[in-house]
Every structure is written in C-alpha cells, then in structure tokens.
C-alpha cells in the first residue's frame, strides 16, 4: 500500500474493504468508487475544480434541512433520479417519474367527483380514469395521493398565503378501479434556483421551469406504489425539463369541453362550473409487487 499510483488506488481502495462488506455493497462500491476514480483521470480534475465541487456539495449541505433537501435537486438536475426511476422501472406499468420536495404527508380524504378547485383560481379541470393492474383488472381500493401548484405556480407548503393542504388530496378507487375529481390546471413553475444548484444551471445556460403537472402516488396491496406526475401536452417546457421528469405516457391532453355535460353526473362541481374547463382522462397502470 505504501507504493500506491494512480493505476493502483482504485484496487487499494477495494482491498480495505473487510470481509464483513456485504456482496450487493461490496459491488456498488466497487463501481462507484472505479467511476469516480475514471472521472478524475479522464478530465484530469485540477485542484480548482475539486475544491469548487467541494463547495457546491458544502453548500448544499448548509441549505438542506426538513423543507428542502439540495442534494436531492442536484441528482434530480443531474438526470440521477430519473435514471434509478428509468432503471427500476417496469414495462408494463405507468412509468413512474421524479417525487419532488413539495409532497407532506396527511392530506384530506376526497371522494369521487369532489372538488379541489374550491375558490382556487385557475381553469377547471375534471380529472377522471381508472387504476388497473397489468393484465387490465381495475383496481379498487387503490389509494390515490395528488398534489400540485396552484394558479402563481407555488405548492401550499412554499405559499404562506394558500391552507395548509390546499390542492392536495387523498383518493380511494372505487368498485370499478375508477377515480375522478375536479381541480385546476397546474401552472409551470421553476425548481428552487437560489443555492448551489440554481449556480450550476445558470452556469450551463439551463433554466430552472418545470412544465406544469400533476403529481400522483398511487397505493395498492399486492402492486408496486407508483410515484408520477403528468403533464398536459401543450405545455411550452415539456422537452427542456430540468430535472427530466417527461415521459411520453405521462403526456395527456387537456381537452376543452363546452357542454357542462362532460362533467359526470355527482361531480360536486358540476352545479359551479366556471368556462372555458377542460376535461383529462389519465388511466393508471400498476405493476404486480416484486417477490421478495
Ligand atoms: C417538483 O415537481 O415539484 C420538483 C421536482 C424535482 C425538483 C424540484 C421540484
Ligand atoms: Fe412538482
């Protein structure tokens, strides 16, 4: 160990490894640490540059507490967390996509055909489809979480001025699988740009706006949780997300409807609608659970 180079550091580094590593650590770390030592000596990293990265992750770590999470945002704008989605996930399914800071845990039951918009301004959509297992068996009971911005493109938890769960739901589905509220059209927003992150997009010519979208985790006994959002297909930043959160079953249109008619029977809006609405139907797909 005394006579370790360059060609001989990565192995050194494995051979301290102890026995006690377990396989599946032991192979993540090997591929981690062979990467990073490649990285050094294919850009030939200068002190400088180490240091400025050093600083960055410095700085995320002085940012990161309960509400915001900046190492999270940097794998998100690095594509790292769509990448561990894209390569966990499952064919068959709805692909799953990034989950974001802005989700709490607590939100109000919703049943079928309630309302979300309330005095919420913004265009009403009526969001309607059906939660399905992979052969196409719908799925009742499944347990729906939505959440999104609201009209000024803020989430209730970064707006002092919006309840505490305002535009944020708990849904069950019903006997036949199906879903369905009336909420607004989320507005595109940018991901937080004031620290560390926001200085290596705006060093590399990125913006920071999210195409709008509609976050969704969907829940059920015997099926793995999906965590996804989608996206209306007229949104101007669909192929310049940020944090790469787009995929093409996720993009839905948001058709717009002027017969009050569209709206389902016992949708609690139905009575208050407001125009131009428009209507969405988004069917989900759920992957049966891996076995252990
Ligand atoms: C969001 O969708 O809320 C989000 C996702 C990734 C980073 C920042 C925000
Ligand atoms: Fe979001």
């Not at 309607?128 to 999104?148: D, F, H, N, T, Y």
């Not at 059920?220 to 787009?246: K, M, R």
Request: hydrophobic share 35%; with cysteine.
């Amino acid at each position: 160990m005394r006579e370790v180079t360059a060609e001989t550091l990565t192995q050194a580094f494995l051979n301290y490894c102890g026995p006690e590593t377990s396989p599946r650590l032991r192979f993540v770390l090997e591929n981690l640490v062979t990467h990073l030592h490649a990285f050094v000596k294919e850009t030939g990293l200068t002190h400088a540059e180490w240091r400025k990265g050093i600083e960055l992750l410095t700085k995320a770590g002085e940012m990161t507490d309960e509400e915001r999470n900046e190492f999270v945002l940097f794998s998100d704008v690095l594509g790292f967390s769509s990448l561990v989605d894209m390569v966990n996930s499952n064919p068959e399914a709805t692909s799953s996509s990034v989950l974001g800071p802005f989700h709490i845990l607590g939100a109000p039951d919703l049943a079928y055909g309630g309302d979300l918009k309330r005095d919420n301004d913004g265009a009403t959509v009526v969001v309607k489809g059906v939660v399905r297992g992979p052969q196409g068996v719908p799925i009742s009971g499944a347990v729906i979480e939505l959440w999104q911005t609201a009209d000024n493109g803020l989430y209730s938890n970064q707006d002092p001025q919006q309840s505490e769960y305002n535009l944020r739901a708990r849904m069950t589905s019903g006997e036949n699988g199906e879903y369905g509220l009336t909420t607004i059209r989320p507005a595109p927003y940018t991901v937080p740009d004031d620290g560390p992150v926001g200085e290596l997009l705006h060093a590399t010519g990125r913006h920071p706006w999210r195409p709008s979208h509609l976050h969704f985790i969907i829940k059920a006994p015997g099926y793995s949780t999906l965590v996804t959002e989608v996206f209306p297909s007229d949104d101007p930043y669909l192929d310049e997300d940020p944090v790469f959160g787009v995929r093409a079953d996720l993009i839905m249109e948001y058709v717009e409807q002027t017969d009050p008619g569209q709206v389902p029977d016992g949708f609690e809006a139905r009575d208050r609608l407001t125009w131009p609405y428009y209507s969405v139907d988004f069917d989900f797909v759920l992957a049966a659970e891996a076995a252990e």
